[in-house]
């Protein structure tokens, strides 16, 4: 009887210590750039390993990864400056394109993404693909950012002198080293 009596009480104890010990033991640092390296890369990864991906246009490509990214990012609980410093970050890197950070940065950050589209690294891998992202931001009226992001690329070859050439289609791929990208 009496170790039916001292194994309620461990029992108790247990049941009240437990919820203490987990909420120490999941405690986490705060996410950081290079600790959000890994979760890009795998989005990414995981945005191209579906068996269409690399039959779909550059802006079916872009969408995928974009969303693949985002949805890994707003999972991750990252302040927003975190995730446009790992977005900065993984440009450099060549893990991602310069204009798929800018717009996932819009979308997850949105309050970072002209600092996303404005950083040194961005700007140089657009500028040495023939690519341009423009960013602009309002604010509505009930205080949300709203972000509007434009993707080119470099003008179309073959054109006439004199005469307006569009624009190609932008591509997550160009300028990038990632494993998705088949380079």
């Known amino acids: 009887m009496f170790s039916r009596h001292i194994s309620a009480a461990c029992l108790g104890i247990a049941l009240v210590v437990t919820p203490v010990v987990e909420g120490v033991a999941f405690a986490q640092a705060p996410a950081t750039a290079a600790s959000l390296q890994a979760s890009i890369s795998a989005a990414a990864r995981a945005a191209a390993a579906d068996p269409g991906f690399a039959a779909l246009s550059p802006?079916?490509?872009?969408?995928a990864i974009t969303a693949s990214i985002s949805a890994a990012?707003?999972?991750?609980?990252?302040?927003?400056?975190?995730?446009?410093?790992?977005?900065?970050?993984?440009?450099?890197?060549?893990?991602?394109?310069?204009?798929?950070?800018?717009?996932?940065?819009?979308?997850?950050?949105?309050?970072?993404a002209a600092k996303?589209?404005?950083?040194?690294?961005?700007?140089?891998?657009?500028?040495?693909?023939?690519?341009?992202?423009?960013?602009?931001?309002?604010?509505?009226?009930?205080?949300?950012?709203?972000?509007?992001?434009?993707?080119?690329?470099?003008?179309?070859?073959?054109?006439?002198?004199?005469?307006?050439?569009?624009?190609?289609?932008?591509?997550?791929?160009?300028?990038v080293i990632a494993s998705y990208c088949g380079s």
């Open 59 to 63: 802006e079916a490509k872009t969408a």
């Open 116 to 175: 996303v589209a404005a950083a040194p690294a961005v700007v140089a891998q657009l500028s040495k693909t023939g690519q341009s992202a423009t960013v602009t931001a309002s604010t509505g009226s009930d205080g949300a950012p709203s972000i509007l992001v434009s993707l080119s690329g470099a003008p179309s070859a073959g054109g006439v002198t004199g005469t307006t050439t569009p624009t190609a289609a932008f591509d997550p791929c160009a300028g």
């Open 73 to 112: 990012l707003a999972a991750t609980g990252a302040s927003p400056q975190a995730i446009a410093d790992a977005l900065v970050q993984a440009v450099a890197n060549g893990t991602i394109s310069a204009g798929v950070a800018v717009t996932v940065a819009a979308s997850v950050a949105p309050d970072f």
